[in-house]
């Protein structure tokens, strides 16, 4: 099964739809789905699913159920790793003051409750430090250092940041104080100045894990840090902290920093989320029942749509410490008191969010930047809040399918901070550290999906150039590659709860392993509604009468949306099966991706 025209490469002939993309199969090689379908017992199309995402014949018993016993990477293999274990069981063993300094996100919450945890768990307590956003910006400065050498610090654990912060970590050489850094962002070739610097992205390290978030770096430090210990001897008497209690915070940092969920990273979310499922963790338990949520089985839409916008909320335009306090706690009442908190202030920040989207859309679309055949968009505004700037970027790379950069400029001194987000095939953190080492931005960084940067009054149409030139031709290879990649053509009657809960077993999905896609051709768009926010609900009938509830998100001004609200039929549509336990009913939902309309050709 195909789905493609004749003469033409294009599933169901669909080659410029309602988004203006081109749909195709997903390629697989035939060879390696009868591997998989021989080898593990599957049907066809989850056979096909997996090969068509690059499980080799030989990793598909490991892709399916992972363990850390199989995958689990040396920490040796990361340079700097075994100088970094030392280092702090070295500070641990002398009784020396040390802070984790961490990022405002999740991923750096994340990280510093980890190491938080751990120290607990060694009878110590480790202080933790967070930037804020507003008035420090990322990652590490000599002010901060010069404030943790004031309150006694001998060593500062820098994670999530700190890979690329070399000015600062040489004003921490200069006033005595050591660091540690722990980060998985791009990063210059000439590392800081630290006792160790610990990277997977770092040029030269062959750990092979690249895709780790820094929740995943941090895990595999601590059972450095276990082995360091147990080497010298010092858990006789005492059990070794059992760091697979804690893998729901390393999944939290993978799901919430979408990173790529495959080998060992994928093995850790995975069974970070089956850890998570007992909501054993106080704050994420509070966090839960703050969101209204229940306390089901976990999956990635708990990590990355319920409990990481409210941990991130504390960042963006709160205090930054509330995330990383929270999943470090152990005190239910605490927990409960920072879990209403960052709820409260997520309600806030959809506010600013929703505003600062408008703003942005009518300030690109009347311009027409984002059809101009540029290479990104970079769009900029007074008073828009830094603290979700990337939210809105993320918004609007949906909207264009192209990368979008937004910054938010302070009236009173003209500096502008931003965020960007990304297409695959297209790394703006490599372009906008391109651009600081130009000279054309105070800071900047990031990774291949996303980066963050601060420009100089009057800046942004210096930046906005070399970006566009610099991505140009990134840009190009991707925008022609930026398929609708279909995994099956399905009848509207045979998208239910065990096709559903079949490919289900391919989860946790993300990067690398994309949620499946179905098809469905020929259907009609009936009692279709708009929703707040923009979205469009509706049933697909197909024409013997079997239907489907399905969801569209943010589109009700675009095609897809009018389209799906005129009722119109014999719509080709392509979508993602969720689950609908609304009511008990144990159902489905499509979430559609895309549409067709042949009768527009």
Not at 240 to 269: K, S, Y
Request: charged share 20%; aromatic share 4%.
């Amino acid at each position: 099964m195909d789905g493609g025209a004749p003469g033409s490469g294009a599933f169901l002939g669909v080659e410029r739809s309602l988004s203006g993309r081109a749909w195709r199969q997903r390629p697989a090689e035939a060879s390696v789905v009868r591997a998989h379908m021989q080898s593990l017992g599957l049907d066809e199309p989850l056979a096909r699913a997996l090969a068509s995402r690059g499980v080799r014949a030989d990793q598909g018993a490991d892709f399916l159920t992972p363990t850390l016993k199989a995958l689990f990477p040396d920490p040796s293999s990361f340079m700097d790793m075994d100088t970094a274990a030392a280092a702090v069981v070295d500070a641990l063993q002398a009784g020396s003051k040390v802070w984790v300094f961490a990022d405002y996100d999740v991923d750096g919450a994340s990280s510093a409750a980890l190491l938080v945890r751990w120290f607990r768990a060694m009878g110590a307590e480790l202080p933790i430090y967070v930037p804020d956003r507003l008035t420090e910006g990322y990652g590490p400065s000599a002010r901060a250092f010069d404030t943790l050498k004031g309150q006694g610090a001998d060593l500062v654990i820098t994670v999530d940041c700190g890979a690329a912060a070399n000015e600062a970590l040489d004003h921490a050489a200069a006033i005595g104080l050591n660091v540690v850094v722990i980060d998985h962002h791009l990063m210059r070739a000439e590392p800081p100045k630290a006792l160790a610097v610990v990277n997977p992205n770092r040029p030269g390290c062959n750990s092979g894990q690249g895709n780790l978030a820094a929740a995943g770096v941090v895990f595999v430090l601590l059972a450095a840090l276990n082995r360091e210990v147990r080497a010298r001897g010092l858990f006789e008497g005492r059990e070794a902290p059992d760091i697979r209690a804690w893998m729901d915070l390393a999944a939290m940092g993978a799901v919430c920093d979408v990173t790529g969920l495959t080998g060992f990273n994928r093995a850790l979310t995975k069974l970070g989320l089956g850890v998570m499922s007992g909501w054993g963790n106080p704050g994420l338990k509070a966090l839960l029942a703050a969101a209204g949520a229940e306390p089901k089985p976990a999956t990635t839409n708990h990590a990355g749509f319920i409990l990481g916008p409210r941990i991130n909320a504390g960042g963006r335009i709160g205090r930054s410490d509330l995330g990383a306090r929270l999943l470090s706690t152990d005190d239910p009442a605490e927990a409960t008191r920072l879990a209403a908190e960052l709820h409260a202030l997520n309600i806030a920040r959809r506010e600013v969010e929703a505003a600062v989207t408008e703003a942005a859309v009518r300030r690109v679309e009347t311009s027409g930047a984002h059809d101009d055949g540029s290479a990104v968009v970079v769009v900029e505004g007074e008073d828009w809040h830094p603290g979700v700037v990337g939210i809105v970027a993320g918004r609007l790379r949906e909207r264009w399918r192209k990368p979008v950069v937004v910054v938010g400029v302070d009236p009173a001194t003209g500096v502008g901070k931003g965020s960007g987000r990304s297409q695959p095939g297209v790394n703006l953190g490599r372009a906008v550290q391109a651009a600081w080492e130009e000279g054309l931005l105070l800071a900047g960084g990031g990774h291949a999906m996303a980066a963050g940067l601060t420009v100089a009054a009057g800046g942004v149409d210096a930046v906005r150039g070399f970006l566009n030139d610099r991505l140009a031709g990134e840009s190009v290879q991707a925008a022609a590659q930026d398929w609708v990649e279909i995994d099956a053509l399905i009848d509207a009657a045979a998208a239910n709860r065990d096709l559903f809960e079949s490919f289900e077993r391919m989860a946790p999905f993300g990067p690398a392993n994309p949620e499946p896609l179905f098809a469905l051709d020929g259907v009609q768009a009936r009692d279709a509604q708009p929703m707040n926010g923009g979205h469009v609900r509706c049933r697909l009938v197909a024409a013997d009468g079997a239907s489907v509830r399905a969801v569209a998100w943010r589109c009700a001004d675009l095609p897809l949306g009018q389209t799906l609200l005129s009722g119109q039929g014999g719509l080709r549509i392509a979508g993602r099966l969720k689950a609908d336990d609304w009511n008990g009913r144990r159902g489905v939902q499509m979430e559609i991706e895309d549409a067709d309309d042949p009768r527009r050709l």
